[in-house]
């Protein structure tokens, strides 16, 4: 989401794009004619299909929990939780970027219901971080998607890094997916931070009143359920279960869409991209049929998502034919790979950043 506001981003189409040589902008011709297609447009329709279907199958969940009762059986529930989970993800993210409505406030109940009360994740946290995701992508000093943290993403970030720290970036590609194990977990923890600090981005005190209090529903609600249809130690490793699964599905939504592509940063004049060469060259698609946009919520068509972040994601596919020819006229690199594939790459920039670190380290005397 553009940087612009944390409740409804405003739609990345409207970022200024360079001048080509004959005094138009790259980006204008392709808004022209995905406009023109009426990609733009919203579809309620769709959307309230998709959240109806989430809420009943979450309710339908809840109650085969409690149908069924205190057995080692019911864990397996955790498995299409963790699936549903991940839908709620996608339509609180949709929600966040205006593509279900442009009615902000109907857009911000949508999402502080799937994120706050259903995901226990701060909505306006989220927005905050992923508006400077979408405004600087790939962008090292400005991304925070790809600041250092547990992962690191270029060669530098790896100074000074030792114990666990260490240990973790000489084996960040092979760690990579039992980390995002932990990814459900981090979003509620990073959250709740934000909530108590004194310098989040809560605009207001009812705001953060109000994502306050749904946070608490939400957790109160999770920890309700599990005990009144499960044993301690039984609801214990359903959480644990649902949490690991919602963070690895996440993660594989969410991976390969930028890592290993182009960094702005690594060029002169990466600052002074237009819009459509900052999105880019900084995200990669992902190929593949309905089961692939079903499973990674419509992700899988980044470049689009980035280019236009407020389209509907069933429109996202139909976009990419004109996005496509676009970028091929003006000598564009367009970056589209098969799932598999998509992580390799992803993989193998990980496994390259930490190369120095591993090199240094098998160098040390014992």
């Known amino acids: 989401m553009p940087q612009a506001t944390a409740t409804a981003p405003a739609p990345a189409e409207a970022a200024p794009a360079p001048r080509t040589r004959g005094g138009g902008s790259e980006f204008t011709p392709l808004l022209r004619t995905v406009r023109g297609q009426g990609l733009l447009e919203h579809r309620p ?7 109806a279907l989430t809420l009943l199958g979450i309710a339908g969940v809840a109650g085969a929990l409690l149908l069924t009762g205190p057995s080692w059986w019911a864990v397996l529930l955790a498995v299409p939780l963790a699936v549903l989970s991940a839908r709620a993800a996608f339509i609180g993210h949709d929600a966040g970027h205006a593509q279900i409505t442009a009615d902000r406030r109907v857009g911000r109940a949508i999402q502080l219901v799937h994120a706050n009360l259903l995901l226990g994740m701060s909505r306006e ?10 405004a600087h992508p790939n962008h090292l000093d400005k991304d925070p998607d790809v600041a250092a943290d547990v992962l690191v993403f270029a060669e530098h970030q790896t100074s000074g890094r030792t ?9 960040q590609a092979l760690l990579f997916f039992p980390l995002t194990t932990l990814e459900g977990l981090a979003l509620k923890l990073y959250g709740i931070q934000a909530l108590l600090a004194k310098d989040g981005p809560y605009r207001t005190p009812r705001e953060r009143r109000t994502e306050g209090a749904l ?3 939400h957790f109160a609600g999770y920890a309700a359920l599990l005990l009144t249809a499960l044993t301690p130690a039984q609801a214990l490793v359903f959480a644990l279960v649902h949490q690991m699964l919602l963070g690895v599905h996440l993660g594989m939504a969410f991976a390969p869409n930028h890592k290993g592509m182009d960094r702005p ?26 089961l692939t946009d079903w499973f990674l919520g419509g992700l899988n068509y980044q470049v689009e998502h980035h280019l236009f972040p407020s389209m509907p994601r069933p429109h996202l596919r139909l976009a990419q034919p004109a996005v496509r020819a676009h970028c ?11 799932f598999v594939d998509s992580y390799r790459q992803a993989l193998g920039h990980l496994h390259e950043v930490g190369a120095a670190l591993r090199e240094e380290h098998a160098g040390r005397p014992e």
């Open 45 to 51: 329709g769709w959307y309230a299909r998709d959240i």
């Open 215 to 217: 946070l608490l529903l």
């Open 328 to 338: 091929r006229a003006l000598g564009i690199p367009y970056t589209e790979t098969g």
């Open 125 to 134: 946290w989220w927005n905050d971080k992923h508006n400077r995701h979408h």
């Open 163 to 171: 114990g666990l720290r260490g240990l973790l970036t000489r084996h």
């Open 265 to 290: 940063d690594q060029h002169e004049d990466g600052d002074s991209w237009g819009h459509l060469r900052r999105q880019v060259l900084t995200s990669r698609n992902i190929r593949g049929g309905a």
